[in-house]
């Protein structure tokens, strides 16, 4: 997930890995705060497969900066992250997929409504997960554990009616 949320911060502008995070953390920190040792880790991986490049300007004052910047090949890069980010673990699915819906505007139309047609069946499955545990009479689960279900089936549901309202635009 950090690869789409760097290769989307940078496919306008180079920036230094503190504005990368800054920015990350401006547009995506509802629900992501990554730290600087996530986030360069990540810029080598990008930097090894072309997507990304650095180069170091020296201010007027004299202080090197190093600037990553977006290749031809960084939208592709994006894309294969994008397609190919998806979680089976519930609480990862959810954040891995506000990070793809947030950054959406760099596909094209035909992509987005396959994303989110693709997706809606997702979390179809994820609600009938949830109900299925609320309604098992066997699974014994306490007050606090119900509550909790109960309010991820609403986030959930939130969801589907935003991606809903996407598709249809």
Do not use: W
């Not at 989110?116 to 606090?144: A, G, M, Q, V, W």
């Amino acid at each position: 997930m950090i690869e789409i949320l760097i290769l989307y911060t940078i496919q306008k502008r180079e920036k230094t890995i503190y504005s990368i995070r800054k920015e990350i953390i401006e547009i995506f920190g509802t629900f992501t705060k990554p730290s600087i040792g996530t986030i360069y880790p990540a810029l080598k991986r990008l930097l090894k497969e072309g997507a990304v490049e650095v180069y170091e300007k020296i201010s007027e004052g004299g202080k090197k900066s190093t600037y990553y910047s977006s290749t031809k090949k960084g939208l592709e890069c994006f894309k294969k992250y994008f397609f190919n980010t998806g979680s089976e673990n519930p609480s990862l699915f959810y954040t891995h997929l506000q990070a793809r819906l947030g950054t959406m505007s760099l596909l094209n139309e035909d992509e987005r409504k396959n994303f989110i047609s693709e997706n809606l069946r997702k979390i179809d499955l994820y609600k009938i997960e949830i109900e299925k545990k609320l309604n098992d009479e066997y699974l014994e689960l306490d007050y606090y554990q119900k509550q909790l279900l109960n309010r991820t089936l609403k986030e959930v549901q939130n969801l589907e009616t935003y991606m809903k309202e996407l598709k249809t635009n």
